[in-house]
Nanobody, 116 residues
Framework: QGTLVESGGGLVQAGGSLRLSCSKS????????ADWYRQAPGKQRELVAF???????NYADFAKGRFAISRDTTINTVYLQMNSLKPEDTATYYC??????????WGQGTQVTISS
């Protein structure tokens, strides 16, 4: 597995926004698909958003209408724009890219904390 560098997490008030970024340095990455997961304390990791190579997207029900996944293939970066954040969105967010030759790349996780 390869490693991705995540950024953009932090502490915001409910109703605020954050944009998470996830990048791979080095050689050009071929995106097969990318997704974001999250894990809250004491809970299982859950899928947040999926982006296929054709641009097809899927979102968890809690993310629909509030979150948006996108990518910039020129800089090997995937984004998760999160709006109208709620305290229940508090979690560690992880990005994943399935790339060249089916290799999996994972981010180290970035903490998102939403205060009420």
């Amino acid at each position: 597995q390869g490693t991705l560098v995540e950024s953009g997490g932090g502490l915001v008030q409910a109703g605020g926004s954050l944009r998470l970024s996830c990048s791979k340095s080095g050689s050009q990455l071929i995106f097969n698909y990318a997704d974001w997961y999250r894990q809250a304390p004491g809970k299982q990791r859950e899928l947040v958003a999926f982006l296929g190579s054709s641009g097809r997207v899927n979102y968890a029900d809690f993310a629909k209408g509030r979150f948006a996944i996108s990518r910039d293939t020129t800089i090997n970066t995937v984004y998760l724009q999160m709006n109208s954040l709620k305290p229940e969105d508090t979690a560690t967010y992880y990005c994943h890219i399935n790339g060249n030759f089916g290799r999996d790349y994972w981010g180290q996780g970035t903490q998102v904390t939403i205060s009420s």
